[in-house]
DNA sequence: GAAAAATATTGAATGGGTTCATTTTTTGAG
DNA sequence: CTCAAAAAATGAACCCATTCAATATTTTTC
């Protein structure tokens, strides 16, 4: 009547998250065995088995958490009145970019798009191309707000734009993780200066 | 005298290519193991190892062979008198991914992607990052072609532009080989589409 | 509250990429 | 031709993610 089953199941999955947590940070994705899990968690390696999939899926509860926060902060930013397309831009990526490495390691992102890539029928995959689809039609969205308040020239498609800006955020955003010596700042400043062409010639 | 060594060598390393880019092909990258490309060529697992430094590095011989002929291709075409900058952009990508599938299949392009992704400090992935950063500046070069020729805007940073629409083409490949339904027509469509406005107001 | 059913745990076994100590082959000097 | 050194080939052993049949625990039924 405790509901026993339960309160373990919880507790259990508790545990397995933070020690993987822990492990990913500490030691590396790569590094970080499902046995040293299992042990650091108090379960048997069959048991880890239980609760995650596989050791990819492990890491998409974190990969959620992060692209979740990203496009709750990006959505009421969208709401401002911006008067430059730029200016605009650039803080929507910002705050993406400044996110990005709050739960996640680089290291951990590579673990993530490479899985994404390599196995597309993967929930793993659906779930984080699902992701991505949603951080795409917000910065679509963000033209078309700009077009609506007069910013942004009536004849642009909006889709198009947007679709384009953040393809191309997404690939430097895969350059950026790819190399441990790049920083944030670096890529906020190449990203700006390849949206300030488009950014201008849509602005009225 | 004969150099018999230097013979044998060129010959298994002939067999192993054989035997695993047809294996790659027939059952697939992941479900083609070592042992039977091993087999195919009639050497042991050991000496796959002494050619290869691993199976992803066995794929580069084929990627870097693709991307090498895309490259060629391309270079003719930007020395073309293209009129239209959504034509000429359009010639250009068409290029790429019409070439894309000559050796390559869908698969194993997602695992060429998964591994550059995954493993940046290897060779493979600084190869691959290379042909990439490559086929960009091709793009840029183009870009640049156009505005020598007057078709350009002369205050556009071409640069800038090239490496929005690279970005783009890689990013909407990487969907395109995600996906298995997907055609190159529609993929075509799809960039073309995204291309217009940066295409339309870049021109003079 | 005892037995049956449902659910969860376990760790040894499996599979495939990769390594490495040992063996075989080739080369070149005497 | 002979033999020691160099180069190449070999496959059993290793590492880890993942699976699964056997075991244990919790819940339900009567």
Not at 137 to 160: E, M, P, S
């Amino acid at each position: 009547m405790t509901g026993l089953r339960a309160q373990k199941k919880a507790d259990k999955n508790r545990r397995i998250l933070a020690a993987a947590t822990s492990l990913f940070r500490d030691v590396g994705y790569d590094s970080a065995r499902i046995e040293d899990i299992a042990d650091m968690a108090g379960v048997s390696v069959g048991t880890f088995y239980n609760y995650y999939k596989n050791k990819g899926d492990m890491l998409m509860a974190t990969v959620s958490m992060e692209v979740e926060e990203v496009l709750t902060s990006g959505a009421t930013l969208i709401a401002h009145n911006h008067l430059d397309v730029g200016r605009a831009f650039a803080d929507l990526i910002g705050k993406y970019y400044d996110h990005s490495l709050t739960y996640l390691s680089k290291e951990m992102w590579r673990t993530a798009m490479s899985l994404s890539i390599a196995q597309p029928d993967s929930p793993f995959s659906k779930r984080y191309t699902a992701l991505d689809h949603r951080l795409s039609k917000q910065v679509c969205d963000l033209v078309r707000n700009l077009q609506t308040r007069g910013i942004v020239r009536k004849d642009v498609d909006c889709d198009a734009v947007g679709e384009m800006v953040f393809n191309n955020v997404n690939m430097m955003f895969i350059e950026f993780v790819k190399d441990e010596e790049l920083d944030i700042a670096g890529l906020k400043s190449a990203v700006a200066r390849q949206n300030a062409p488009l950014a201008s010639l849509i602005t009225v």
